[in-house]
């Protein structure tokens, strides 16, 4: 059983949206602060966003404020991202991380 399980991803044009969901199992989800991080092909790893444990206070990066949302519903031990406005440079593998990072999924941007 993989703890942390991103899906969601897949091909969007410039302009389009995707929403991704983490489903987190063999843990407590409800009592740990959960981030979205990426990595673009050839480069490091970015962190995305953050949401605190019980979701009533959120983070974003620069890059993407404005544009995404990353939410969660701890009945479900799921987490998401919304993301909205999608730009080629949000191309990049997307992981969700708590007490350790999942397994990916890839977001790719492209006309």
């Known amino acids: 059983e993989v703890p942390l399980q991103a899906s969601g991803g897949g091909l969007v044009q410039p302009g389009g949206s995707l929403r991704l969901s983490c489903a987190a199992s063999?843990?407590?989800?409800?009592?740990?602060?959960m981030n979205w991080i990426r990595q673009a092909p050839g480069k490091g790893v970015e962190w995305v966003s953050r949401?605190?444990?019980?979701?009533?206070?959120?983070n974003y990066a620069d890059s993407v404020k404005g544009r995404f949302t990353i939410s969660r519903d701890n009945a479900k031990n799921t987490l998401y991202l919304q993301m909205d406005s999608l730009k080629p440079e949000d191309t990049a593998v997307y992981y969700c991380?708590?007490?350790?990072r999942g397994q990916g999924t890839q977001v790719t941007v492209s006309s």
């Open positions: 991380e708590g007490p350790m």
């Open positions: 063999g843990f407590t989800f409800s009592d740990y602060a």
């Open positions: 949401i605190n444990f019980d979701g009533t206070r959120t």
